[in-house]
């Protein structure tokens, strides 16, 4: 077995094309279209032995800077809360509002709060600066059970689904993962499971290309078939990971959020115990809105992670700690940019201090 997620330095930002290798992978069902068939490391890279453990890296400075940068926007209103001489009731009022204002919620708000307070008295601490101090490790004891890495490698293949609702990042998520699963030296395939959008597939279909990995694809049809196939495909094939992606949905679509049900249920006929992670691709500018989502995704399918993305672009990126209070699914990645490297595995000390200066 090995843990998931490694960095290389030398890590292009965009991904490379290529070459494939059409004859090397022929195509397993008559009807199953294989749009990239080319599962190599891609070109420079060295692949390493599934079995290896592959440690996280979220220590280098450019991984926190582009943490700190990613988070600038939620961490505006905390960070300049400090500069004052005393601490005093007007501090734990701005840092209500500012948390409220960072979606955090009510709950995860009067939590924190509540625990500062009694580190402030424990601690004896006499300036703001201290509290900041606090405040960081308030923030990390809260996030830190939703850390949580990926495990690669119990199952052979192991089969993820990504849920979420239209745009939340599913795609490129998919994306950015399974170049990371490459450079840990994974064999990935990618099942196109948005049989609504052709352009989905298409989307799918370009990243399959830039990664050089194969990607199940079906015209129309029905996506637990589309699932089924490619399962099937990566267990005759010896993948490491099979990656199904889905169409978007809104909770309220009950239809739809059936339909998932269905295609993890085919999932489990395709492998028995699969799928070993589904995950949920959040779009962390929908602030409370995304901890709904979550809910309503959860009561539908047990979700094992969550993926939250465009945390770059949000100021309510505290919705991370209402989801530690309120549904404590871990966190894998968190998106904080378009680029590759902007993935990154969930690292509770490291996000606190990003966000709070
Ligand atoms: N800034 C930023 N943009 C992101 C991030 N993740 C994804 N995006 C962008 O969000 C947009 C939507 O991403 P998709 O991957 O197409 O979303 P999806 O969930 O697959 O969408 P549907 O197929 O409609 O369900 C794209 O323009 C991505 O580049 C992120 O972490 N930060």
Same mark, same amino acid.
């Given at each position: ?14 991904? %490379? ?23 190599? !490391? ?106 949580? %890495? ?48 052709? !352009? ?29 196939? !490619? ?127």
């Amino acid at each position: 077995m090995f843990r998931f997620f490694k960095r290389k330095p030398s890590t292009p930002e965009t991904p %490379q094309t290529a070459s494939p290798a059409p004859d090397s992978v022929p195509p397993v069902t008559a009807d199953e279209a294989v749009l990239a068939a080319a599962q190599e !490391a891609a070109p420079g890279e060295e692949a390493e032995a599934p079995g290896q453990a592959v440690p996280a890296q979220p220590g280098s400075s450019s991984w926190l800077t582009r943490l700190r940068q990613g988070l600038r926007k939620t961490g505006a209103g905390l960070s300049g809360l400090f500069g004052g001489s005393r601490i005093d009731e007007a501090l734990y009022e701005d840092l209500e509002s500012a948390l409220i204002l960072a979606d955090a919620g009510m709950p995860a708000t009067q939590y924190v709060l509540e625990q500062l307070r009694k580190k402030v008295r424990a601690t004896r601490a006499e300036t703001p600066q201290q509290v900041r101090d606090l405040l960081r490790e308030v923030l990390a004891e809260l996030l830190a059970p939703l850390e949580k %890495q990926l495990d690669i490698g119990k199952s052979t293949p192991t089969v993820m689904m990504m849920v979420g609702v239209n745009g939340a990042g599913k795609t490129t998520s998919i994306g950015k993962l399974t170049r990371h699963l490459q450079q840990a030296g994974c064999k990935v395939l990618l099942a196109a499971g948005d049989t609504f959008r052709a !352009a989905a597939r298409e989307q799918l279909a370009a990243w399959g290309d830039r990664n050089a990995v194969q990607v199940i694809a079906q015209q129309g049809g029905d996506p637990a078939a589309v699932a089924f196939d !490619a399962v099937s495909a990566g267990r005759a094939r010896g993948m490491d990971v099979v990656i199904v992606d889905t169409a978007g949905r809104l909770p309220t679509q009950l239809h739809l959020m059936d339909e998932l049900k269905k295609v993890k249920r085919v999932i489990g006929k395709a492998m028995d115990g699969a799928p070993h992670e589904a995950l949920l691709v959040i779009d962390a500018t929908n602030g409370q809105n995304a901890l709904a989502q979550l809910r309503a995704f959860d009561d539908t399918l047990g979700l094992t992670g969550i993926i939250l993305t465009k945390l770059d672009g949000s100021a309510k990126g505290g919705v991370i700690a209402a989801i530690a209070r309120e549904r404590p699914v871990p966190i894998y990645f968190i998106g904080v940019g378009e680029s590759l490297e902007d993935l990154q595995p969930f690292d509770a000390r490291a996000f606190a201090r990003a966000l709070v200066g």
